[in-house]
């Protein structure tokens, strides 16, 4: 565990970054089709002002939404294997690595990130949906496994955010095995009695679903997500039958039992904190720990 | 018995070779010679395609009706099996067979995919595809195990977990996930065997041992060559292609670190020889279970779980 070490001493990456320019200044809501601009866009963290859909919101900005005063310290992950089995489908593995990694900025499919939420020091590990659809390999596995080994070090709760297609076949029966890693990396910090929470982003299938995002002890999804195992069209084609409407998503979930609570991302830090401060029992700051707006009006 | 595309040539020989015995009434030695001189070449052509099949051809073999099941292995090898059933929540799943029994004398857990062997049995079982009921009876059952100290085997033959509606609606995702996470939690000797197909998450959810085993023809992918194929290369046709890239002989993981050891099927591949293959997966288990049983419940369960937190940390060599 000598890479432990790094964790120390993390190396300050994320506090200071260019601001990104959008491609485009206005962009659709794909479900209602209202059109907005970038700028409302990011007021609104990436929900429609017209009919309340989440759009997918980017890695890092979800990151500034929950840490306080939007600061966090990004971890930089031990190095895996790149393409341990040589994989070629049309196109070398490789190759699709290197381009994403260009086209993304980043190594892989995850960032972990410690700061504080409410002033509680809390690691983060949260998934880019944008390089290569979140799928899990090795490297994301053992972003995991850092971000539960740091929680620990650092006697904090453990949050992941999931966007993730599942497996990233590419690596074959080892994108596989990670589904067993992540599972043993989030009950050691289960077994510390630090919290482990999950919020379930759009989408969460596959193998992601099946491990570590299936066992926290206590589950968040964001609204509409998309959650579950098996994919919609490979059901549709098994059973050979229309899927019923709002079916693996994150509202379904919560009729089904499976989460715990469909959270609005205007409300999503708040409950967050307010859930770690209950947890832990601790003295929260009044401010930040307000009741959600709906629950309010309820 | 059901003949793969590849062992036709073999097939049409041994047609031959009954033709001839059919012709001699048993005296004639011109006969006899050439059904030696047949048997010989039937003896050379299988050893030759079973030393070099392919990974397609091994997911043949690996899926071939004849191979011995899960029933296969609990009705020669455990005594005084005694199935158990249900997940205490919401059904029983057959799709999972499990149960207690002795295994050459001394008491065991096992659990695994049953397939089924004709048409009502197959569909009894769902083609050996569970759904969440079977994982939670699988967890169920090896807490039970851990709880009274019995070593737990598990036999993996299955395409996957059953991807339908009921199975999402109850919990597929979440049910996978505990059952991998009581398989590194037990405090028992854990041997697994990947007897025919390890699929995906449906085959990791009981398949997170100490001492992970395959036969030699089985296969074990994070997803079938078919469903490889058609979303990497967009085609079903492809599903060749697919089975040489991902990996999924036991020959590869075991060279991965994902395997910890290939038990030899008969020449020609479990199908030719069940009762053979059948012995031969029974001194594998008696030999890893050997290794394990002498150790602490403590010391299995961390060597599991290390073991699978290194795995994949350094490449194919
Ligand atoms: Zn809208």
Known sequence: MNWLTNYVRPKLQALVRPKEVPDNLWQKCPSC???????????????????????????????????????????????????????????????RLKDTRAKTGEHDAIIVAHGRMGGINVVIAIFNFEFQGGSMGTAVGEGIVAAADLAVVQDAPLIVIPASGGARMQEGILSLMQMARTTVAVDRVKEKGLPYLVLLTDPTTGGVSASFAMLGDIALAEPGAVIGFAGARVIETTIREKLPDGFQKAEYLLDKGMVDMVVPRRDLRATLIRLLSLLRNRNAAGDLLALPVDAVDA | MHVLDFEKPISELEGKIEELRHLSDGGDVNIADEVGRLQAKVDKLLRQTYAKLTP?????????????????????LITDFTPLAGDRCFGEDRAIMAGLGRFRGASVMVIGNEKGHDTDSRLAHNFGMARPEGYRKARRLMDMASHFGLPVLTLVDTAGAY?????????????????????????????????????????????????????????????????????????????????????????????????????PEPLGGAHRNREQTIQSLSAALDAALGELVPQSGGVLRAQRRDKFIEMGRSGLA
Not at chain 2, 67 to 72: K, S
């Open chain 2, 163 to 263: 991807p339908g509606i009921d199975a999402e609606a109850r919990g597929q995702a979440e049910a996978i996930a505990r059952s991998i996470e009581t398989c590194l939690d037990i405090r028992v000797p854990f041997v697994t065997a990947i007897i025919g197909e390890g699929g995906s998450g449906g085959a990791i959810a009981l398949a997170a041992a100490n001492t992970v085993l395959m036969l030699e023809h089985s296969i074990y992918s994070v997803i079938s060559p078919e469903g490889c194929a058609s979303i990497l290369w967009r085609s079903g046709e492809a599903a060749r292609d697919a089975a040489e890239a991902l990996r999924l002989t036991a020959q590869d993981l075991h060279k991965l670190g994902v395997v910890d050891g290939i038990v």
């Open chain 2, 56 to 76: 397609w051809q091994k997911t043949q073999v690996a899926r071939h009706p004849e191979r011995p099941h899960t029933a296969d292995y609990i009705a020669a």
């Open chain 1, 33 to 95: 089709d209202h059109l907005m601009f970038h700028r409302d866009m990011e007021k609104s963290l990436h929900v429609c002002q017209h009919c309340g859909h989440h759009l997918r919101l980017p890695a890092k900005k979800r990151l500034e939404m929950l840490f306080d005063d939007a600061k966090y310290q990004r971890i930089e992950l031990p190095k895996t294997p790149d393409d341990p089995l040589k994989f070629r489908d049309q196109k070398r593995y490789a190759d």
